[in-house]
């Protein structure tokens, strides 16, 4: 079974501080996602990257960076945290991109990280 | 860009009862994902659907997706208290970003 895994599942901060959050997947999945979810608004893209040390940019990336140095592993850095970042956020990974490879690009997912900035 | 709009929002049945969630898109989509999430956890892959016209059945959970590929539904028989959770659907979109509807949470009486 895919596991992806989450470095924590609560975390509190103070605003202004610097955020690490990690993923883990043990599958060798090229793509790897960040999205946070909010009540009303869904799952939103933060951004995904498709290969070590690649990076795209999702719908809302502002107040965050990225980095993947290792194929397993996927950070999302909170430079300057904000209140307005206080969310779950939920990592995931999948296989491949093209629609041939039928279901080997569903996404499989962490279990969240709930992140509350005060 | 690629837009999902889930119906309902929410849904509270009757154990037992059939149920049905639908998920619309406002382009043809290459492959519809239906995710469950239970509160505060993770997302679970259910099914995906890619022709038009499949159908697909895993337990009592069937999903289909129109001709057109606009349009998926969920439909949910003899509900149980197990099946209550946030259900999501999914798509890729344009430049590889995979878009989500904004979720249909169902609650399901005893």
């Known amino acids: 079974d895919v596991k992806v895994t989450q470095s924590s599942r609560y975390l509190v901060k103070r605003t202004g501080e610097k955020v690490f959050l990690e993923c883990v997947q043990d599958m060798d999945h090229e793509n790897m996602f960040w999205y946070r979810q909010d009540p009303g608004l869904g799952l939103r893209l933060i951004y995904f990257?498709?290969?070590?040390?690649?990076?795209e940019k999702g719908d809302i990336p502002e107040g965050y960076s990225v980095s993947r140095e290792k194929k397993e592993r996927f950070s999302l850095i909170l430079e300057s945290a904000s209140t307005n970042q206080t969310s779950m956020y939920l990592c995931?990974?999948?296989?491949?991109?093209?629609?041939?490879?039928?279901?080997?690009?569903?996404?499989?997912f962490g279990p969240g990280t709930r992140l509350t900035v005060t | 860009s690629q837009e999902l709009e889930q119906s309902p929002q929410s849904l509270i049945v009757q154990e037992g009862k059939n149920l049905t969630i639908n998920c619309t898109s406002s382009?043809?989509?290459?492959?519809l994902y239906w995710y469950k999430q239970k509160y505060g956890e993770g997302l679970i892959f259910l099914m995906m659907l890619q022709k038009g016209g499949e159908e697909k059945s895993h337990e009592k959970i069937t999903a289909k997706l129109d001709e057109k590929k606009q349009q998926s539904s969920l439909h949910i028989t003899a509900s149980q208290p197990s099946h209550a959770g946030i259900y999501l659907c999914?798509?890729?979109?344009?430049?590889?970003?995979?878009?989500f509807g904004s979720g249909t949470k169902l609650n399901v009486k005893p």
């Open positions: 999914g798509a890729l979109g344009n430049f590889n970003k995979f878009y």
């Open positions: 990257s498709y290969d070590v040390k690649m990076k």
């Open positions: 382009k043809t989509l290459y492959g």
């Open positions: 995931a990974s999948s296989l491949g991109w093209s629609p041939g490879q039928g279901s080997s690009y569903e996404q499989y």
